[in-house]
């Protein structure tokens, strides 16, 4: 995994808990052709935990269930679906 991968994934997982940062204002006055700093506000920030990076994070660590399916097993449970699909459009047209 590259360093880039690395970087998007640390960001994620750190908005998935939530977390508390710094945030500076300054304010800068002209004193005849040079900067000065005249106030200087530093507060700190709490970034609550946001559902949709957690859900991210959950899903890369959840292992994918068809990854290690046969032909065999896959084809079988693509049946399985579409049979379960048939079932539920009958009981929707009965109760319509």
Do not use: C, W
């Not at 920030?45 to 990076?53: E, F, G, L, M, R």
């Not at 957690?54 to 290690?68: D, S």
């Not at 399985?80 to 699909?85: G, I, T």
């Amino acid at each position: 995994m590259n360093e880039i991968e690395e970087k998007i994934k640390r960001a994620i997982a750190k908005k998935a808990v939530g977390y508390s940062a710094k945030e500076v204002v300054e304010e800068y006055q002209d004193d005849d052709g040079v900067l000065k700093l005249t106030r200087r506000k530093v507060t700190k920030k709490h970034v609550p935990p946001d559902t949709q990076a957690a859900k991210m994070v959950m899903e890369g660590f959840a292992p994918n269930p068809v990854e290690n399916m046969t032909d065999e097993e896959l084809e079988a449970e693509k049946q399985r679906l579409l049979n379960s699909l048939k079932e539920n459009q009958n009981e929707n047209t009965k109760n319509d």
